[in-house]
């Protein structure tokens, strides 16, 4: 008789990029996956997980997360993002560099993975920042293991300057060398300026006034730009949290070009149109703005040709007072940006997979495998392939529900814009590298359980 293997997940429909299989299941042994298949043969196992007939696929990355440490730990840390991410059915997250310190130095970056490998319970993975101060540390960062690189153009959360466009040129030639990818938080930055001290300047002070300020050319001038240096410089490049239609077409008009430009959008960008901002107020609020219905119209039809590759939440928590939730009409300028995602995610997209705006098969597509590419992280992470780590998530697309409290969620500041919102579809269990961390509504993964992803570099 053949030994037992340590786990077996059954009785799901088993869903990846290529299809579906119904009455499958996972068989893992040291926290890989072992086989992927009919349910009556697979192999006998020391532990089962019955699935209940829900939908086992790839475990969801979150590339863009702002999980705050080190140094901000009073918005968020390690411990509480990754709790979340558990809980939202998220098996491999990759952590923002605007912390204090920012994620500069490969001193930084290591005191960065240090505090997850204590506390995380998923694995992960991090960007490091590039400035006008760093350039010549980019292979030192790449070394130390920088999942990818980020620039800020345009000011926002955290005041890191943007590099002037020579060194921005020059960032892009090291970062070719390294073979890692350059992410950019794409706002131009004179544009957003001008508008904020003009408005300013004429009293708009409403939260829809503070969307307005940063309109979509900032947006879209800036992947442009990016492109265009791409183009000369070969480097492979990603834009960040695209919120607009013609942002989405810039990148598609720069693939066409062959420039090696992916994209990702935010579950809010695609659900919300800036109505909110007038509904719901500074709790909205984020950089870049959520868009009117045309932009919004647009950036579906992005998403669904092909040209944003990517889903990530953006998910960056503030406390109340910040968020200045008890006035939430209030003068934005008081108000900062941003608002948790990791525990809505998944919902929100298994909401659009119920309405028929796309198969499941393009949600795990866009949520898993695409990620994982894009940031060197596949197979290892967004498949299911044999000898590819065993993480899964489990989820239950008919299960209706409503985020009556965002009190529930487990991060440590929970303002969204997404209490209230009723869905369907929500993560039951999630899996990394065959360790069940999330069930029905308990974090059973232990802390420091996660680990960093290492990344290749192509
Ligand atoms: O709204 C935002 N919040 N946009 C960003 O670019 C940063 C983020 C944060 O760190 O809070
Ligand atoms: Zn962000």
Redesign the pocket.
């Given at each position: 008789m053949t030994r037992a293997v340590d786990l077996v997940v059954s009785n799901c429909t088993v869903v990846t990029p290529a299809g579906r299989v119904p009455d499958a299941g996972v068989a893992v042994e040291d926290g890989t996956i072992v086989a992927v298949g009919q349910a009556d043969r697979l192999p006998e196992a020391d532990r089962t997980v019955d699935a209940g007939g829900n939908v086992l696929v790839p475990g969801i990355v979150d590339a863009h997360i702002?999980n705050?440490e080190p140094g901000l730990e009073y918005?968020e840390d390690w411990e509480s993002a990754t709790r979340a991410a558990a809980a939202g059915g998220v098996t491999t997250v990759v952590g923002?560099p605007?912390t204090d310190p920012v994620i500069d130095r490969p001193d930084h970056l290591e005191l960065k993975f240090d505090r997850g490998e204590a506390s995380a319970h998923v694995d992960f993975g991090t960007f490091a920042v590039i400035t006008s101060e760093n350039l010549e540390r980019i292979p030192a960062l790449e070394e130390a293991g920088a999942t990818g690189f980020k620039i800020?153009l345009?000011s926002?959360?955290?005041d890191v300057p943007p590099p002037g466009d020579g060194e921005i040129l020059e960032a892009m030639e090291r970062v070719r060398e390294t073979g890692k990818r350059l992410g950019f938080?794409e706002?131009n930055d004179e544009i957003i300026d001008h508008y904020e001290r003009t408005f300013k300047e004429q009293g708009k002070n409403e939260p829809i006034d503070h969307a307005h300020s940063r309109p979509v050319i900032a947006e879209r001038e800036a992947i442009e730009r990016m492109i265009t240096f791409a183009e000369e410089t070969g480097a492979k490049i990603h834009m960040?949290?695209v919120s607009s239609g013609s942002g989405a077409e810039a990148v598609a008009r720069g693939k066409e070009r062959g420039v090696d430009v992916t994209a990702e959008t935010c579950p809010h960008y695609l659900w919300f149109t800036e109505d909110v901002m007038r509904e719901k107020g500074n709790v909205a609020?984020?950089?870049?703005p959520i868009r009117d219905a045309d932009e919004q119209a647009r950036l579906w039809a992005a998403l669904e040709s092909g040209s944003i590759d990517c889903i990530a939440t953006?998910h960056?928590?503030?406390t109340d007072e910040e968020k200045k939730v008890d006035d939430p009409f209030g003068n934005t300028w008081d108000a900062?940006?941003?608002?948790v995602g990791l525990e809505t995610e998944i919902p929100v997209m298994l909401t659009f997979v119920d309405e028929g705006r796309l198969t499941l098969e393009e949600w795990v597509y866009r949520h898993s495998t695409r990620p994982a590419q894009v940031w060197g992280m596949y197979p290892q992470k967004g498949s299911l392939q044999v000898g590819t780590d065993a993480d899964f998530t489990i989820v239950d697309p008919d299960r209706e529900w409503t985020l009556e409290d965002r009190t529930d969620l487990h991060s440590k500041n929970c303002v969204t814009p997404f209490e209230g919102e009723s869905f369907v579809g929500k993560a039951t269990t999630t899996v990394v590298r065959g360790e069940v961390v999330y069930d029905e509504g308990d974090v059973v993964g232990e802390s420091g359980y996660g680990t960093r992803v290492d990344v290749e570099t192509a």
């Open positions: 702002h705050r918005k923002m605007n800020f345009g926002t959360v955290g938080h706002e960040y949290h609020r984020i950089q870049p953006d960056a928590p503030h900062i940006s941003g608002f």
